[in-house]
């Protein structure tokens, strides 16, 4: 296990200034060995010239520190990012405000006060320590949401070990690739039926820690964690292939819940509802974190159920003032029969992420009284940009993610990594504190995705406008070249959307032997919609480009999507190749 006063950084590359020292690293190092002791800086720099294997250091990888994210740091800097401590607001509201209202159960209708729930929290400190959880432990999860899923999300902070909520939706070889890659010391399941467990790992019923933690004494206060350890790693839902563990820091959710704090316009009077899946980014931190960080109420739903929601957003005794969902859970709302949102009195705004709503899909919103806000983020940046509550802001920017958020510099660069003109669509960069260190035991994907200066890299395509606005066009994946020119499927598929009789559409490219390759829109229609392939065409005429229509349509009922909501494309992808 690493010291809290080592920091292992890679790669090398340029020059590095140290205070008054500089060490320039264009030659080859050797592996691990090398080490600077610096009487000025307590704690020794590691350098490497290359990504050292887990096998090849007795640190774990979760403990590595990226160098490109320090390449505009002073020691000075370094060393106080390492003081820094990991956030733990409810032992602060829990003395700020002991009496008000942290969060509620529905599935048990259980309340917990700040005071309460700090306590809890404490409980399970001691519970988790009885069972030999330490320092830098993986935790494993698949359980449905709840209160105590939180509970022990904040106990494993406290204790410096790692929470690994897993998509128990997933089946028993999926689910037992993760645990082979995370290696967690237990994993807590709602049933008695685990899937293959790694060498180590035990396996315990969830229900069996909650009751535990209800029965027992409250730990003894620990000290604080440093900000900049790994305490969550969450894996990505695998829109093009095998999921990665993305780990998150205290910095990373700190900084995150700032953004969407100040975007969101978040306070003590804040009311969430959290029925997003807690084994992904908007279920465990979006609808979590900023209520609990701002001192307002989240309420918890086991899952997502369009009718029940409606219920919930229209109850004027819960209040809910924020409600943040992927578009698909938006639309699942429209679409039920008790879907009235005139009702919805104490909602600020129907926050969405995860995908980009188009235009005419946000203003469909805004004429029934709601504001729609886009944000942008993903689970290796956090949250970066969000549309202000103004529905007229909303409604002249339709269409944009928003204004970055006050953490967050946007970049947008072409392919020689050289900043574009406003306006001009390249790959997106961020730099924020919210970003990610890395992704568990893959050091090679960490060095794909940064700059050398430090910059994620989003993999999206996008522009700012000149009032510094964030437009999405598309992934740089999906985009593919028709007769010479870019086409940019997000494009494709947002004219279609226009069209009455298009519920959903993702459009793909194919191989083409006239224009090397061509669009492919697979649409799901409303009910009793006759729409043909050539109302399709006429509809897109006057809104895109020739080049841009797709050469064919296949009309679906569903499409392969992620734990998250996202299209899998790669799939659809694969389909279009055996259909040639």
Not at 69 to 82: F, K, T, Y
Not at 409 to 432: M, T, Y
Not at 474 to 490: C, T
Request: charged fraction near 20%; glycine fraction near 8%; proline fraction near 7%.
């Amino acid at each position: 296990m690493m010291h809290n006063a080592d920091l292992l950084v890679t790669p090398s590359y340029a020059k590095r200034v140290v205070d008054e020292v500089t060490i320039t690293r264009g030659y080859s190092l050797p592996q691990v060995t090398l080490q600077y002791s610096l009487e000025t800086f307590t704690p020794k720099l590691r350098f490497v010239d290359k990504s050292p294997t887990p096998s090849s250091i007795p640190y774990a990888p979760s403990q590595f520190f990226n160098f490109s994210r320090l390449s505009n740091c002073s020691l000075r800097d370094v060393r106080a990012l390492m003081e820094f401590h990991a956030p733990d607001p409810v032992q602060l509201h829990a003395r700020l405000r002991p009496n008000g209202l942290a969060c509620i159960d529905l599935a048990t209708n259980r309340q917990w006060t700040y005071a309460e729930l700090n306590a809890d929290i404490q409980r399970a400190t001691a519970v988790l320590s009885e069972q030999g959880v330490q320092i830098g432990d993986r935790v494993a999860t698949t359980s449905v949401n709840s209160v105590h899923q939180i509970i022990l999300q904040q106990a494993l902070m406290r204790l410096g070990a790692i929470h690994v909520p897993l998509n128990w939706r997933l089946a028993r070889p999926e689910l037992a690739k993760l645990l082979a890659d995370c290696t967690p010391s237990i994993l807590f399941t709602d049933h008695n039926d685990p899937p293959e467990l790694p060498l180590g790992c035990r396996h315990i019923e969830f229900s069996s820690f909650c009751a535990n933690v209800d029965a027992a004494e409250p730990g003894s206060r620990l000290g604080a964690r440093p900000l900049h350890e790994t305490c969550i790693i969450l894996y990505t839902s695998g829109t093009s292939g095998a999921p990665k563990g993305v780990m998150l820091t205290g910095q990373s959710i700190l900084a995150t819940t700032f953004n969407f704090s100040i975007l969101t316009e978040v306070d003590t009077a804040s009311v969430f509802l959290c029925d997003g899946p807690m084994f992904h980014f908007m279920g465990l931190i979006a609808q979590i974190w900023p209520s609990l960080m701002r001192g307002g109420t989240f309420i918890v739903s086991s899952k997502f159920q369009p009718e029940t929601t409606n219920l919930r957003l229209s109850d004027a005794e819960l209040g809910i003032t924020h409600y943040f969902c992927v578009p698909q859970m938006a639309e699942a709302l429209a679409g039920a029969p008790n879907f009235d949102p005139s009702s919805w009195s104490a909602l600020k705004a129907l926050f969405t992420g995860g995908a980009p709503n188009p235009p005419a899909k946000i203003k469909w919103w805004l004429s029934r009284g709601v504001r729609m806000v886009d944000g942008y983020g993903s689970t290796e940046m956090g949250t970066c940009s969000g549309m202000p509550l103004l529905a007229e802001l909303i409604s002249s920017k339709a269409g944009s993610v928003g204004l970055p958020g006050p953490l967050t510099a946007v970049r947008v660069v072409d392919g020689d990594n050289q900043e574009v003109p406003v306006g001009e669509p390249g790959e997106i960069l961020v730099s924020c504190p919210s970003v990610t260190p890395g992704y568990w035991n893959r050091l090679d994907d960490d060095m794909a995705a940064f700059t050398e200066d430090g910059w994620f890299r989003t993999g999206d395509i996008g522009r700012v406008d000149e009032d510094g606005y964030v437009f999405l066009i598309d992934r740089r994946k999906n985009i593919f070249i028709s007769g010479g020119e870019n086409v940019y499927p997000a494009e494709v598929e947002a004219a279609l959307a226009e069209h009455p009789g298009v519920l959903n559409v993702a459009v793909v490219g194919v191989p083409d032997e006239l224009w090397g390759e061509a669009g492919r829109a697979y649409v799901i229609v409303t009910p009793n919609s006759q729409l043909t392939h050539g109302d399709l065409v006429s509809h897109c005429q006057s809104l895109i480009a020739r080049f841009k229509i797709p050469r064919e349509t296949v009309f679906v009922s569903s499409f392969p999507r992620t734990g998250s909501g996202k299209v899998q494309k790669h799939l659809l992808t694969e389909d279009s190749v055996a259909r040639i």
